[in-house]
T-cell receptor
């Protein structure tokens, strides 16, 4: 069945290391979102792509975070260098019709930076 | 400031009972409002989406209401089941840039 696939599911890394999270959106979806979820802040939108073009990444700390879509089947979120405050669950979601679309979420990547 | 507030923060009910979760928002202009269910360790799953003109929408045992005048929404769960134990997140789309504004969720626990 169609689903958003994220890898890895869990990642533990040391402060200062580079972290790359990957997402395979549902085939045919042209909108991809990256979200971060913490207990304190809940869900926060980090970046939003439509047709592989980044339309909004205002929620993302630009100095260390970067998001790309090398092709229609892969979205990546990279943190370099990682910090303990980046520890969170990172979700990728995809949809059909832009920012206002119903978003289908992946299982998330649980990141722990020690 | 565009905000979405949910209450209660957490709720415990007995299996078979009904419950109502609340969402108040200050987002303007308003586009739509969604309720998501998030099981522990999983991504959120959409339950309902409501636009300005809709005031009730049902999805099985879930019924969402929207009062655009008072900027309030509720999610009513009928005859709760153990599998309803999850966090329920209210998301409002709107604001000057069409952003998604998330509530922090209500954590529901259904006990046998």
């Amino acid at each position: 069945d169609a689903r958003v696939t994220q890898t890895p599911r869990h990642k533990v890394t040391e402060m200062g290391q580079e972290v790359t999270m990957r997402c395979q959106p549902i085939l045919g979806h042209n909108t991809v979102f990256w979200y971060r979820q913490t207990m304190m802040q809940g869900l926060e939108l980090l970046a939003y792509f439509r047709n592989r073009a980044p339309l909004d990444d205002s929620g993302m700390p630009k100095d260390r975070f970067s998001a790309e879509m090398p092709d229609a089947t892969l979205a990546t979120l990279k943190i370099q260098p990682s910090e303990p405050r980046d520890s969170a669950v990172y979700f990728c979601a995809s949809g059909l019709r832009g920012r206002d679309t119903e978003a289908f979420f992946g299982q998330g990547t649980r990141l722990t930076v020690v | 400031k565009n905000q979405v507030e949910q209450s209660p923060q957490s709720l415990i009910i007995l299996e078979g009972k009904n419950c109502t979760l609340q969402c108040n928002y200050t987002v303007s202009p308003f586009s739509n409002l969604r309720w998501y269910k998030q099981d522990t360790g999983r991504g959120p799953v959409s339950l309902t989406i409501m636009t300005f003109s809709e005031n009730t929408k049902s999805n099985g045992r879930y019924t969402a209401t929207l009062d655009a005048d008072t900027k309030q929404s509720s999610l009513h769960i009928t005859a709760s089941q153990l599998s309803d134990s999850a966090s329920y997140i209210c998301v409002v789309s709107g604001g000057s840039q069409g952003n998604l504004i998330f509530g922090k969720g209500t954590k529901l626990s259904v006990k046998p």
